[in-house]
C-alpha cells in the first residue's frame, strides 16, 4: 500500500500547484490572452485536478502524475511575465517543492532525448522558443536532429 499513500502525497502537491496556476492565470493574465484563452485554461486546468485526485485505477500511479505534471508546468516553465513570476513565487512561498527550471536548455546541454516526456517536450516548444529567440537558430536544428534520432529509435 505505500505506493497509494505516495499517489495520494504526489497528487494533493500537484493540485495545489494546479490551484496556484489557475489564481496565476486570472489574477495576471497574460498579455497575448483574452478572457476565452483565460477561461480555456483554468477549465483545462480544472479538469486535470479532477482527473489526478479521482484517477482511473490503471492511471493512478506516479508515472501517470509525472505526465500530468509535465502538462501542468510546461508553460510556467516555458514562459516569463507577471503570471509566470507570481505563480512561482506561490509555489516558493506554499513550499511545494517544484522548482523552476529550463528542460529545453537542458536536453540542449546534454545533447540527447531521453524520453517520450522529453520528446513530446521537445516537439512541442522548438518552433516557439526559436521564434521568441531563447534559442538559436543552430540550437534549433540540433533539437530537430534529437528529435529525429528519438523518433527513429522508438520506431525500430
Known amino acids: 500500500m505505500p ?13 495545489k500547484a494546479i490551484d496556484l496556476a489557475i489564481d496565476a492565470f486570472k489574477t495576471f493574465p497574460p498579455t497575448a490572452f483574452s478572457k476565452e484563452n483565460i477561461e480555456h485554461f483554468a477549465n483545462t486546468y480544472t479538469e486535470w485536478k479532477i482527473s489526478i485526485l479521482n484517477p482511473a485505477p490503471a492511471y493512478r500511479n506516479i508515472r501517470s ?25 506561490k509555489v516558493h512561498a506554499e513550499e511545494l517543492g517544484y522548482l523552476r527550471e529550463d ?7 546534454r545533447g ?24 538559436s537558430t ?17 520506431r525500430k
Not at 138 to 149: C, D, H, P, Q
Open 65 to 89: 502524475l509525472d505526465y500530468r505534471a509535465a502538462d501542468v508546468f510546461t508553460f510556467f516553465q516555458e514562459s516569463t511575465g507577471e503570471a509566470v513570476e507570481y505563480f512561482w513565487g
Open 103 to 109: 528542460k529545453l536548455r537542458k536536453i540542449l546541454n
Open 112 to 135: 540527447k532525448i531521453k524520453g517520450l516526456i522529453e520528446y513530446d517536450y521537445a516537439v512541442d516548444l522548438i518552433n516557439a522558443t526559436e521564434q521568441e529567440g531563447r534559442i
Open 3 to 15: 505506493v497509494k499513500k505516495e499517489y495520494d502525497v504526489e497528487s494533493s502537491r500537484l493540485a
Open 138 to 154: 543552430a540550437e534549433s536544428a540540433k533539437l530537430n536532429g534529437m528529435i529525429g534520432t528519438f523518433a527513429n529509435r522508438k
